[in-house]
């Protein structure tokens, strides 16, 4: 597996249906997609429109119904289900809308929870990630002491603390006020940039597509 390359993932030609009860519905249809090291990518879409659909794909957690999903330069129907594991343990990143953190667990303890599942030797110590995004004041803190924008930060020192290659972010300001999700949403992309990451975000907010490198927007399961 070479995490190296530059092209991170690839959606050709997918197509998600999804059967419940007896009925089938489509998540997304016939998309192409494409995200390399270095960028931020922005899919934008109403709720509904099959960005979840997409995000999930991209992480190898749903297969497609129809089409091809490369990730990291492999065909994701060609890994284990322990590859896929141990991908998502050590090059995977995950930004949740609703953060996610274990709240019997203080901040410190949440990123080293996560480093705890990789086997990684570029692990990036709690203590520089807390300095990096402001917060290394409340290491010691528990999330339910936490504000909104504070619970964001320790979510956003968590997806990179494994130094993935890849990070996924669903809705990440749809928590924040304004001004706090810009923060977010400038701190990723500069992340992207400086340490050669591709970050792809699934939004409804038109107002952070500034911070995108690349915009693709999708509509009833279909890119527009």
Do not use: W
Request: proline share 3%; net charge positive.
């Amino acid at each position: 597996m070479n995490t190296d390359i530059e092209k991170i993932i690839t959606l050709e030609n997918i197509t998600k249906l999804y059967n419940t009860n007896s009925h089938e519905s489509r998540g997304v249809e016939d998309i192409n997609i494409c995200a390399a090291r270095g960028e931020q990518l922005l899919i934008l879409g109403p709720s509904g429109s099959g960005k979840t659909t997409i995000i999930t794909l991209c992480a190898g957690l749903i297969q497609p119904t129809k089409g091809t999903v490369i990730l990291f330069g492999k065909n994701v129907k060609d890994y284990s289900r322990s590859e896929l594991q141990k991908l998502r343990a050590d090059c995977i990143g995950f930004i949740f809308q609703t953060f996610l953190l274990i709240d019997s667990l203080t901040v410190t303890e949440n990123i080293k929870l996560v480093q705890r599942f990789s086997k990684k030797r570029n692990q990036i110590p709690p203590e520089e990630l807390l300095k990096k995004f402001g917060i290394y004041n409340l290491r010691n803190s528990f999330p339910g002491n936490l504000s909104q924008g504070e619970k964001q930060r320790a979510a956003v020192a968590r997806a990179i603390a494994n130094d993935p290659a890849l990070i996924l972010a669903d809705e990440p300001t749809a928590s924040l006020e304004s001004n706090q999700g810009f923060i977010i949403i400038e701190l990723l992309k500069k992340y992207a940039a400086e340490e050669n990451k591709c970050v792809i975000v699934v939004s409804h907010d038109l107002r952070i597509s500034k911070y995108a490198d690349r915009i693709l927007k999708i509509e009833d399961g279909k890119i527009k």
